[in-house]
């Protein structure tokens, strides 16, 4: 029995590395794969053949089972075929690695969109939902095209139109349940003098638009019971806004949200969007926290005293002299989810939101208006001193009167407001 040297064994385990390294890449990338050309794929499998016929041709020469005239032929034939493959291979390995460098470049810049725009609880669900969609999309497909090669001639091409209205009839079914709100057994409903051939199909396809309904459109959406909402609004920004250019009102929204969005970070603060002049921001959501209210309120203030900065920077080139800040905050139970449909966002929902819009609109500029849900929290955390009773009650639309409250200023607030507000 030979035995095999070191040496040997290892020039015999590269060969055969190689292939495999070759395979599981065009395998493993199948984007970078598509991009490629089909000649420079077919060549790669063809290299990757071919060193797997050196390896095996060297591994039966160090057994002594390869040493003949024929062998020795056919390796030599081998190795010159592989060398010239890989030469004329060469030119494509550099935009070959392009391809994957922008491939990652695209698939990291993507992930960095994506974590700003949703939670990280929501994006697994988002990503678990496209993927039924996906797969039962696949299934459907896969069922068409077994059922098209049932039969022959004329029988064969009916059977294809069926299979194609039966998809169609459940795209149109789909689409219009997402617009009415109605579910697709009801729409189903509406078909039902379908023919005796197409009741046949639909046993058959039942399940997957069954499975299908149940994946896709089921809402992505929680509950919590305390949260609380912040509205930040520039006041007079309509009048400015109609005597400077576009750019100038881009610029300036761009320079204060930016540096919103950094003490938002820092903070744990979740910003949910932007309305015009509007920037609304969350705590509570989408990680509960009893201290929401307190967090969200010395945001609250950070970002006032940061605006007022970002404000006087600009004054000498966009006039925002007049402009200030007003905010208000509310806290209660909202419903954090996703809609259905296009251009769908992580939003908020319930009667909070919209108290906490009325608590900013009945606010001041340049001060911090708290509803009495706000302050209750306040003073169960320990900081009743923060807070300022309103004279009077204030009359928010669709809400009535309403008992309220100012956050005190602190020294180091740089707006210019005393303690003793005198604000009705």
Not at 6 to 13: H, N, R
Not at 268 to 287: F, H, Q
């Amino acid at each position: 029995m030979t035995i095999i040297s070191f040496t040997d064994l290892a020039i015999t385990v590269a060969y055969f590395s190689i292939p495999f390294q070759i395979l599981f890449g065009l395998c493993r990338f199948p984007r970078l794969t598509r991009r490629a050309t089909k000649r420079v794929v077919i060549l790669l499998v063809l290299f990757a053949l071919f060193i797997f016929l050196c390896g095996f041709g060297h591994l039966l020469r160090c057994v002594g089972m390869g040493d003949t005239p024929f062998f020795r032929g056919a390796n030599i034939a081998t190795a010159v075929i592989s060398i010239s493959t890989a030469a004329y291979l060469m030119p494509f390995v550099p935009t070959l690695l392009d391809g994957a460098d922008k491939l990652y470049l695209e698939a990291t810049t993507s992930k960095q969109i994506i974590e700003k725009l949703y939670p990280e609880q929501i994006r697994q669900r988002l990503l678990r939902r496209s993927s039924a969609d996906v797969e039962h999309a696949v299934g459907l497909v896969e069922f068409g095209r077994k059922h098209s090669r049932l039969g022959g001639g004329y029988a064969r091409k009916d059977q294809r139109a069926l299979i194609r209205r039966r998809i169609q009839d459940f795209l149109r079914r789909r689409s219009s349940k997402d617009r009415s709100g109605g579910t697709l057994d009801d729409a189903k409903d509406t078909n039902s003098s379908s023919s005796s051939d197409e009741e046949s199909s639909n046993g058959t396809n039942h399940h997957l638009t069954t499975t299908l309904r149940t994946a896709s459109l089921n809402p992505i959406a929680d509950d919590f019971d305390q949260a609380s909402i912040m509205f930040a609004d520039i006041s007079n920004f309509t009048y400015w806004s109609s005597q400077h250019s576009p750019i100038e009102v881009f610029t300036l929204l761009e320079s204060v949200f930016f540096e919103f969005d950094r003490i938002a970070a820092e903070m744990g603060v979740y910003k949910v969007s932007t309305v015009g002049d509007c920037y609304i921001a969350v705590t509570g959501v989408p990680c509960p926290a009893e201290d929401h209210a307190i967090i969200l309120t010395q945001f609250a203030k950070q970002c006032r005293r940061k605006a007022n900065q970002v404000l006087f920077q600009l004054n000498p080139t966009l006039d925002t002299s007049n402009l200030n800040l007003r905010i208000g905050i509310h806290s209660g139970p909202v419903t954090a989810g996703v809609l259905r449909g296009d251009k769908a966002r992580f939003d908020l929902f319930g009667d909070t939101i919209n108290t906490a819009a009325r608590i900013e609109s009945t606010g001041k500029p340049n001060y911090i208006h708290l509803s009495e849900e706000t302050a209750r929290l306040l003073e169960l955390g320990g900081v009743g001193d923060w807070l300022l009773p309103r004279k009077d009650a204030v009359k928010a639309k669709g809400k009535g009167l309403l008992k309220t409250f100012w956050l005190r200023e602190d020294d180091d607030d740089g707006n210019g407001a005393e303690n003793t507000i005198d604000v009705v």
